[in-house]
């Protein structure tokens, strides 16, 4: 209320306060736009001229991603905004004949944004008069308000008659954006925009060219949806697409349409992403077999799991024996490091002790690729080794250790606890304490308190988070505490008090005494 006087005894109270507003802006603060355009609520044109040419300079200088947070941020009002009633207002006063179009324009898309439904409505009949503003009404066609909404929609259909290929190609991020969505008509959009995209050639190009990867996806989606034959158009874009996520997309459309890619294929043998890899594979098995059990034999060394697991079936089915366990024994010498993931995947318990000694290995790839497959084979045997390989110095040995040791469990809680107390670097304490929490109730509670106040900051703040969380859970599992454990966390509870607020404190005494 006291505010509330004050604005109202202070006129223009947003005018005089702009030149401050903008100076935020430009030091990095979107969330001054929100003030920067109360501007437009009272009556100095000056200002309203100087804060449409600020709009219309964010308007050019932001990305997709930062139009999207500022739509959301100029919603997000203060008690400030709200004492201004939007309702009251026409929205043709916000604009002054010192305005140039674009400024004029930008003033219209800020205002589509505002946090009241009656102005977005407002903005959404105008924009449709200028140019480049697709986006912002297709923005719209994921509001809140059924009547903004509706509006969005009309005028969108108004406006796509009108757009520019520019303004078409630059609308699709946003609808990108509203297909994900669950409110409004997004099919009827899509469909609308599919066939302004499938009906010029041209313009599909443009888009495919296009640096943002979601208006290259939105064509692909275009392409994969027609009928119309693109093919030409998908072998000339798959050459130069960067993205390998895209690569593949193109490829499973060419793949669906039953299309002759044998020549694509081989080249997608060599792609950096695994699952591409996997893909051409499997469409050589599907229409060459007999290119795909070469192929096949050539990629038994390859760096995925899962492409050399296709490539042994695939020669398996062709020449229905192989031996694959000679194959990765031959190329231990020459591909180290995949030849021991593979003795580890076709291999028995008898090959640990070929593995073995790679442990020791200078090269860490080939390490890794010992203990995993060490523990594939035997894990009854080498679970303690590799307890001790999170001493590594080696963080990436010490990830590895802690996957393998989460993954098949029957780990020594007292190893695990003694490595965590010798051990100096915080990346592995952290791994060791990880593994500790995945002890019994009781005993998850007792390490949580044993290393609670390490002065290691991110070891801290996990040790909190699953103090918290065992709290949480507390009743989700009925487990009897001993004598000794209930002396022991009363001990720690008592030590450690200075790291715990009091009342988690008072709750873990308390099912101390309820136990």
Request: glycine share 2%; with cysteine.
């Amino acid at each position: 209320m006291l505010f509330h006087k004050i604005f109202h005894k202070k006129q223009n109270f947003f005018s005089s306060s702009l030149d401050s507003h903008i100076q935020d802006f430009y030091a990095g603060d979107l969330r001054a736009l929100a003030k920067i355009f109360c501007v437009f609520a009272e009556n100095i044109s000056t200002q309203k001229l100087k804060a449409s040419q600020v709009l219309n300079e964010a308007l050019i200088s932001s990305s997709f991603d930062d139009m999207c947070k500022i739509d959301i941020q100029m919603r997000e009002t203060t008690s400030m905004e709200w004492n201004i009633d939007w309702k009251t207002l026409k929205i043709e006063n916000f604009i002054t004949k010192q305005m140039s179009k674009d400024e004029q324009r930008a003033v219209l898309i800020f205002s589509s944004f505002n946090p009241n439904g009656y102005i977005r409505e407002q903005a959404l009949k105008l924009l449709v008069f200028y140019e480049e503003t697709l986006p912002y009404l297709v923005l719209r066609l994921n509001d809140w308000v059924y009547n903004v909404r509706q509006t969005a929609l009309t005028m969108f259909s108004k406006r796509l008659v009108e757009a520019t290929d520019e303004e078409l190609i630059n609308t699709l991020p946003f609808l990108h954006k509203l297909q994900k969505s669950k409110r409004g008509d997004n099919f009827i959009i899509s469909s609308l925009m599919q066939d302004k995209f499938c009906a010029n050639e041209k313009l599909l190009e443009k888009g495919l060219a296009n640096s943002d990867i979601r208006t290259r996806k939105t064509c692909l989606s275009f392409i994969s949806n027609t009928s119309l034959p693109k093919t030409a158009l998908l072998l000339k874009h798959i050459k130069k697409e960067s993205d390998p996520f895209v690569r593949r997309m193109i490829f499973q459309i060419l793949f669906k349409e039953n299309i002759k890619i044998e020549e694509l294929s081989k080249q997608f043998l060599k792609d950096k992403y695994p699952a591409n890899r996997l893909l051409a594979l499997q469409y050589l098995y599907d229409y060459n077999i007999d290119l795909a059990f070469i192929k096949a034999y050539q990629m038994l060394l390859d760096r995925n799991l899962q492409v050399r697991i296709l490539s042994r079936e695939i020669i398996k089915t062709i020449k229905r024996t192989d031996n694959f366990h000679q194959f990765y024994l031959e190329n231990l010498s020459s591909n180290t490091t995949i030849a021991v993931y593979g003795l580890g995947e076709v291999g028995c318990k008898e090959d640990c002790y070929i593995i073995e000694p790679y442990l020791k290995n200078s090269k860490i790839a080939v390490v890794r690729a010992a203990m995993i497959s060490l523990m594939h084979l035997d894990s009854e045997k080498y679970i303690t080794l590799i307890t001790e390989m999170l001493y590594s110095e080696h963080s990436s040995i010490v990830n590895t250790a802690f996957i393998l040791l989460k993954k098949y469990k029957d780990y020594d809680y007292k190893k695990i606890l003694k490595a965590y107390q010798e051990i100096d670097y915080e990346n592995a304490k952290i791994k060791c304490a990880l593994l500790l929490f995945q002890a019994s109730k009781w005993k998850t509670l007792l390490y949580i308190l044993t290393i609670i106040g390490s002065n290691y900051e991110k070891l801290e703040a996990i040790c909190q988070a699953q103090l918290s969380r065992w709290l949480l859970l507390y009743n989700n599992s009925f487990q009897s505490l001993s004598k000794k454990d209930s002396e022991e966390i009363k001990i720690l509870i008592n030590i450690k008090k200075p790291f715990l607020t009091s009342k988690i404190e008072k709750e873990l005494i308390f099912l101390l005494k309820n136990n």
